[in-house]
């Protein structure tokens, strides 16, 4: 799971991407982010198909590894 690290501040922040099928099949990109130690927040999207769903996870691993997200 990715971290992000702002010492200055003395916080973490945390995300995670999963690509899952649900109880009737349809495909989901499930975002998962907060700080360290919290709950968090969760987001799920539906796809049409594995394909598409891949192609929005690596887009916002992208994103996340461009502000300084780092795997620990």
Request: net charge neutral; proline share 3%.
């Amino acid at each position: 799971m990715p971290y992000q690290r702002n010492l200055e501040q003395g916080r973490a922040r945390f995300f995670s991407l999963m690509i899952e099928r649900d109880l009737f099949g349809k495909i989901r990109l499930v975002r998962h982010w907060g700080y360290v130690g919290s709950k968090g927040e969760e987001k799920v999207e539906i796809f049409p198909d594995e394909a598409e769903a891949a192609q929005a996870l690596e887009a916002w691993a992208a994103a996340h590894r461009q502000k300084g997200y780092t795997d620990l």
